[in-house]
């Protein structure tokens, strides 16, 4: 499968801090770049995503910014709060088309 | 609008058993993936169809898993026999365009525990 690297793997923030997610892909070719939050026992569900077109994209407390020649993308979570604490996955996708891979995941823990 | 329902949602069976599950995507929506869900790991996909034809299922252990979807709608998923290594939880996606470029909608998933 394609290689898809995510860091870290366990994250703690005091509430009000940043939290950044760091995710590295192989695949020059991907163009599309999502990012999932997961609570526990629930289903993955999109927060935000980016394409290839640009470099940062900024919903409300979270953004996503992706250097194309590195082939990394990052989750940027400010003003964190303790609803944040949840995994994040990347994913990314094969090519331009359909495979789809995500990341080993990051636990985010933000204290009160 | 109603999101991708899936059922059941908890199985527990042993291992050589066999065991089906099912996805109904959100209406519309042309793109349906199967995912597997390792605890502590992220999903993986191991089929996707495009209406009723597979576009991609290179992941997917063919000698025992198994996936259809007849009409282009609903899709079933089936392990037989089960093995302990294929506890995990089965979730099913759909998307409303060609491709990987459209967001993925989830469904609850299905927790299979193979004893």
């Known amino acids: 499968g394609e290689n898809v690297e995510q860091h870290p793997s366990t994250l703690s923030v005091q509430e009000g801090d940043s939290a950044v997610i760091k995710c590295t892909y192989s695949d020059s070719a991907s163009n599309y770049f999502p990012w999932y939050k997961q609570e526990l026992g629930k289903r993955p569900q999109l927060i935000i995503d980016i394409r290839s077109n640009v470099g940062e994209k900024k919903d409300q407390r979270i953004a996503v910014t992706l250097n194309k020649t590195a082939k990394h993308f990052s989750l940027h979570i400010t003003e964190t709060q303790p609803e944040d604490s949840a995994v994040y996955f990347c994913?990314?996708?094969f090519g331009t088309g359909n495979q789809f891979y995500f990341g080993t995941g990051t636990s985010l823990t933000v204290i009160p | 609008e109603a999101g991708v329902a899936q059922s059941p949602r908890y199985k527990i069976i042993e291992k050589r058993q066999s065991v089906a599950f099912w996805c109904n995507p959100i209406?519309?929506?042309?793109?349906l993936y199967w995912y597997q869900q390792i605890l502590g790991q992220g999903p993986k996909l191991l089929i996707q169809?495009?209406?009723?034809?597979?576009?991609?299922d290179s992941q997917l252990p063919k000698d025992r898993f198994s996936a259809e979807r007849l009409k282009g709608v609903d899709s079933t998923l089936k392990i037989q026999p089960a093995k302990l290594e294929d506890s995990a939880v089965y979730l099913c996606?759909?998307?409303?365009?060609?491709?990987?470029?459209?967001?993925?909608?989830f469904g609850p998933g299905t927790r299979l525990t193979v004893l």
């Open positions: 996606a759909s998307s409303l365009v060609e491709g990987s470029q459209d967001t993925q909608y």
């Open positions: 994913a990314f996708n």
């Open positions: 209406s519309g929506h042309a793109t």
């Open positions: 169809f495009q209406n009723n034809g597979v576009v991609d």
